[in-house]
């Protein structure tokens, strides 16, 4: 008895100097427990201190202990951490040494999203990011996209529409590049895609008219569609093989399956069958936007331009983003002047223009509609009606300067309309036309040049 009660004192003391001193890591709390939450606390301020002067080689030590013991105290490990591991791989002299200290760094990040992925500034999606950025300057055509990859892929689907545009530019980069070497993998591609562009909508839709906001969207989203469409991957050859009337049959009750479809063909500008038929039963399912598209895509092609416009008005009515409603008032500016009503196509130019004043397609409709009119104007004063033409210039000139991609376009017509400009003679015989005044043309003013 005397025995087990000596036992029962010794364990009891065991645990009670367990309990006194732990680290973070073994308590699963930030800085651990008695003397190791002191030393936790001492190797933060000891290697923050030497860190940011940049003395790294005697912070290192006092950042291994405090990354080790207690990796849930600070953000500070993993910041100035990730500048230590820089500099280890600056002094690193082989690449087997390199390669070591490289795949520190990789789980530095790995850590960091597990201990602080829910970070407001810096979130899972920013700290994959930056893994991603560092690992191709390190690795660079050693990359492995599989990994950046497998990376990105979880952290996107945590922050969907919140991801930062540039992570979801790497992601489908990733995907993009894995699908190029395995044809297999060519639909995941497409689906993923998808996927980081309806994000990028998102954010769009959130920026508004946030200029700024909007461009920084932009700049990831623009490139991301523009591989997309070059890829080869996403032809409609491609879409037709893997998406069959009968494969459509099939998932005729599949929601998820429909929209994807309907989407896809959207994306690469495919008309065929089967996006039709898909969008036929999605509409039954859940009249979309994407689905009231498929269907007027349909009409068109069929030469049912009335039937096409009321399920493009239809769109526009369910339509949850700007660049949905954009997409159907371009169709509809195409419908309109197919039909020769080119004043109804100026009513869908400012549509368009007052859900993206950037648009350089509907400034150059704009622009040549007010031309083809532009003897409507000031009856019985040929040398106004020639003033018209600055009007048209100056908005073919915006859409050069706010859209590069029309850019070659505008500055064609703007070289054709010049000559119809009036003449210093026909400007002498009107002095109410000399230049810096203004004048007012179908309710928008102009300086004369």
Not at 22 to 39: C, E, L, M, V, Y
């Amino acid at each position: 008895m005397k025995l087990n009660r000596m036992l029962l004192v010794a364990a009891l003391g065991l645990l009670s100097t367990a309990a006194y001193a732990q680290t973070g890591k073994a308590s699963g709390t930030p800085f651990g427990h008695g003397q190791d939450s002191i030393r936790c606390r001492q190797s933060i301020s000891l290697f923050t201190s030497l860190g940011k002067t940049g003395n790294y080689q005697d912070a290192l030590e006092h950042w291994k202990k405090a990354y080790d013991e207690c990796p849930a105290s600070s953000k500070n490990i993993y910041i100035i951490g990730s500048k230590i591991l820089h500099w280890r791989l600056e002094q690193a002299k082989d690449p087997a040494a390199k390669k070591a200290v490289l795949e520190q760094l990789l789980k530095l990040y790995d850590d960091r999203a597990t201990y602080f992925g829910d970070d407001d500034k810096m979130p899972v999606d920013k700290i994959m990011l930056a893994k991603t950025k560092d690992y191709l300057t390190i690795a660079g055509k050693d990359a492995d996209y599989t990994k950046i990859y497998a990376w990105l892929k979880p952290a996107i689907a945590q922050t969907k529409g919140a991801t930062a545009p540039e992570a979801l530019y790497y992601y489908t980069f990733a995907s993009r590049s894995v699908a190029m070497r395995d044809t297999t993998k060519i639909e995941n591609y497409i689906k993923d895609y998808l996927e980081a562009t309806g994000f990028a909508d998102e954010a769009l839709a959130a920026a508004g008219e946030d200029a700024a906001a909007r461009k920084l969207v932009e700049d990831f989203k623009n490139p991301m569609d523009a591989e997309f469409a070059q890829s080869g991957l996403a032809g409609c050859d491609l879409l037709t093989k893997l998406y069959t009337s009968d494969k459509i049959d099939e998932h005729k009750a599949d929601k998820a399956y429909l929209t994807t479809t309907v989407a896809l063909f959207q994306a690469a500008g495919c008309d065929a069958p089967a996006v039709f038929r898909a969008s036929r039963y999605l509409f039954d399912i859940e009249p979309t936007a994407n689905a009231a598209m498929g269907l007027a895509g349909e009409a068109i092609s069929s030469g049912k331009y009335a039937e096409a416009s009321e399920y493009l008005n239809k769109a526009i009515a369910l339509a949850k983003t700007s660049s949905e409603r954009v997409k159907c008032y371009e169709v509809l500016i195409q419908l309109s002047l197919k039909q020769g009503n080119h004043g109804q196509a100026r009513t869908y130019a400012n549509k368009v223009l007052a859900e993206n004043p950037n648009s350089g397609q509907a400034l150059i409709v704009l622009a040549q509609s007010t031309a083809n009119s532009a003897s409507s104007f000031f009856p019985g004063d040929p040398v106004k009606q020639r003033c018209v033409y600055y009007l048209v210039i100056n908005k073919l000139r915006r859409a050069a300067s706010v859209d590069p991609k029309v850019a070659g376009q505008a500055n064609r017509l703007i070289a054709s309309y010049q000559r119809y400009l009036p003449s210093a003679q026909d400007i002498f015989m009107h002095p109410e036309l000399k230049k810096g005044s203004t004048l007012n043309i179908g309710g928008e003013t102009i300086v004369i040049p």
